[in-house]
């Protein structure tokens, strides 16, 4: 019930009140940082997040790994005759998986954001307020490129060899970096509405799984019954996977191109400024 | 930089509802420049709602608010270059050094990367995390921890700042050191408007001090003010023997002339009482009458007597829904 004296302050106290007002004297207040400045000091923070936490790279990166190897030796043999037929067919597929697989991260990691309440920090500062956002997106890319180059390097390990050279290679990893900013919006949209970093996991795979299982990635579309080749030949992910096959392999075919940018056009319109929007509200 | 107002905050008619809980429900304020302010309630009362609407992270349902002379919804961007919030939550991200923390809010608060670099060394050193600059936040004690949040609040020195619970969870050597860091910043001339659930906290910093309960402040008082109105602090003895309640009894309320209350363990018995050495004068008697006491404790009114005072109603647990509110204002 009742509280004791007033306590003593405290002995031998860690902070030193000379140093603490020197510290509050010499700050003179900086001009504004510009939205460019500050979208680059959260691509920094981004990146020392990969580096701290090396462990979600990893998680990212060994499903499409293990797949490349199960799919391509347990099954190539079956499906396209040979494994080194079907690891062509694949390796593409599984660069466009990796890559998206990587995307539901963007939303865990802003949602773990918001439960430790260092967002409530970057939102009373006085800075271009989607900042945050866009800068992640930077730290985001970096997680992009190992996932492809993880997967690139694999393929060559096991005998791969596209046909376009590098070149094709880094256009085709160029175009699915890009899908996978548009498609980032969707699950950091998701990382504002849903209660726990956990939530968004779960609810991230449960979509990107039927979303790249239910497409070209692993069979050619025309072995599948009416209903689901219809619905795997919309499905945007088959675009992107066709468009990179052509850029890696050759045989390019425009429409791919132009509905993997008209997608991405889309989804970052409705998702970025309604992300934004929900975590100004945060 | 700010308009020539008085006041750091001028708040009337604050009004803020999460789906059917009035959090805060027409709170006034008025924070004069340079003081330290408390506002004082149980989990759920609506500080935190209050707070995160001053400093621009929750627009109002109604009424208005002015920090420094800038409303806090039209002008929320003129306000957010004047305040700095060290929220419930440690306000740090786990997952970066202490140093990079630092480095982090300097470069989004306008500094060059050198002069970043300086000022978060400068802050570690001033702020006794020198040695564990390099380490992982995630890794700090909660007293590291609350020190750093405490330093990102200052990169730039703010004009005002929100300070949410900043000693709860802390052990009391860390609080002192929060106590003091407070102390000093007030000293400079900073605003602090500080929320907390403890009366001895607001009483040991704070200059003026409102108490919230629901959604509405139902006390504004210095704390010498609060602590009279309330009325007295408390004498509270135990026995070591039981046996010997109705002859304490009977004693106490002699030597203080008021009510002894028997409290529901048959050795314990508490009496109203203001000052200290009537108190100890009382116990004295006690013992002079041969009755063995196990301690005895004089105390200012804690939180639950003000509310009991203030209100009629003893600062209760909050309720679930209240709770929802709270963590969706935090979240």
Redesign the interface.
């Known amino acids: 019930?009742?509280?004791?004296p007033?306590?003593a302050?405290?002995a031998g106290?860690?902070?030193?009140?000379a140093?603490?007002?020197?510290?509050?004297?010499?700050?003179k207040?900086?001009?504004?940082?510009s939205a460019i400045?500050?979208v680059l000091?959260f691509g920094?923070?981004g990146m020392?997040?990969v580096r701290?936490?090396p462990e979600q790279l990893l998680d990212v990166t060994i499903t499409p790994v293990m797949f490349v190897l199960m799919f391509t030796y347990l099954f190539g043999g079956a499906i396209a005759g040979s494994t080194g037929a079907y690891r062509d067919f694949l390796l593409p597929g599984v660069l466009v998986l990796a890559v998206l697989f990587t995307t539901v991260y963007s939303g865990v990691s802003l949602n773990t954001?918001?439960?430790?309440?260092?967002v409530?920090?970057?939102?009373?500062?006085?800075?271009w307020s989607p900042?945050p956002l866009v800068g992640a997106l930077l730290g985001d890319a970096v997680r992009y490129l190992v996932a492809a180059t993880v997967i690139v390097v694999l393929g060559v390990i096991i005998g791969y060899r596209p046909e376009e050279g590098p070149l094709g290679v880094l256009a085709a990893v160029g175009l699915v970096v890009l899908f996978a900013f548009a498609l980032s919006w969707v699950f950091t949209t998701m990382g504002l509405l849903l209660?726990s970093p956990n939530a968004v996991m779960n609810a991230g795979f449960m979509s990107i799984f039927p979303l790249t299982f239910l497409s070209n990635v692993y069979v050619q579309p025309d072995t599948l019954p009416a209903g689901l080749e219809a619905f795997v030949n919309a499905n945007p992910v088959s675009h992107l996977v066709s468009a990179c096959r052509g850029l890696m392999d050759g045989g390019l075919d425009s429409e791919n191109v132009i509905v993997v940018l008209a997608t991405a056009i889309a989804l970052t319109a409705i998702f970025a400024p309604l992300t934004n929007r929900l975590y100004r509200r945060? | 930089m700010s308009a020539a107002s008085p006041l750091a905050i001028d708040a009337s008619g604050l009004r803020k509802a999460f789906d059917d809980v009035q959090a805060v429900d027409g709170v006034d304020l008025a924070v004069a420049r340079g003081s330290i302010y408390g506002m004082l309630g149980p989990n759920g009362a609506g500080k935190t709602t209050t707070i995160r609407m001053l400093a621009t992270l929750l627009r109002p349902d109604a009424g208005s608010a002015r920090v420094f002379g800038h409303d806090i919804v039209s002008e929320a961007d003129s306000v957010r270059g004047l305040v700095s919030l060290t929220g419930q939550l440690a306000s740090v991200d786990e997952d970066l050094t202490g140093r990079e923390n630092l480095v982090l809010i300097g470069r989004l608060l306008g500094l060059g990367r050198p002069e970043a670099k300086a000022r978060a060394a400068e802050l570690l050193e001033a702020f006794g995390l020198a040695e564990a600059a390099g380490r992982l936040v995630k890794n700090y004690s909660g007293g590291m921890r609350r020190r750093l949040d405490i330093a990102a609040s200052i990169v730039v020195t703010p004009e005002i700042m929100f300070l949410d619970e900043p000693t709860t969870g802390l052990d009391p050597r860390s609080r002192n050191q929060v106590w003091d860091i407070i102390r000093t910043f007030a000293r400079e001339g900073t605003t602090i408007l500080l929320c907390t659930q403890y009366l001895e906290e607001a009483d040991q910093l704070a200059d003026g001090i409102a108490v919230i309960d629901h959604g509405k402040v139902i006390a504004e008082g210095t704390p010498a003010q609060l602590k009279a109105s309330v009325g007295s602090g408390s004498l509270e003895v135990r026995l070591l023997d039981p046996e010997q309640r109705p002859e304490a009894e009977r004693v106490l309320a002699q030597s203080l002339g008021a009510t002894v209350n028997l409290e529901a363990d048959p050795t314990a018995l508490s009496v109203g009482c203001a000052d200290a050495d009537r108190g100890a004068e009382a116990v004295a008697e006690l013992a002079r009458s041969g009755v063995r006491i196990a301690d005895f404790s004089v105390g200012q009114p804690s939180l639950d007597e003000v509310f009991l005072a203030l209100t009629g109603h003893p600062a209760e647990e909050q309720t679930a829904e209240e709770a929802v509110a709270e963590e969706e204002a935090a979240a």
């Not at chain 1, 954001?113 to 260092?118: A, I, M, Q, S, W």
């Not at chain 1, 409530?120 to 800075?127: A, G, H, N, Q, Y």
């Open positions: 019930m009742s509280t004791g007033a306590t302050p405290a106290a860690a902070t030193d009140e140093a603490l007002r020197k510290a509050l004297a010499t700050t207040r900086p001009p504004r940082a400045s500050a000091t920094w923070r020392l997040k701290h936490v954001d918001l439960t430790k309440g260092v409530d920090r970057f939102r009373s500062l006085p800075i900042a209660r945060a």
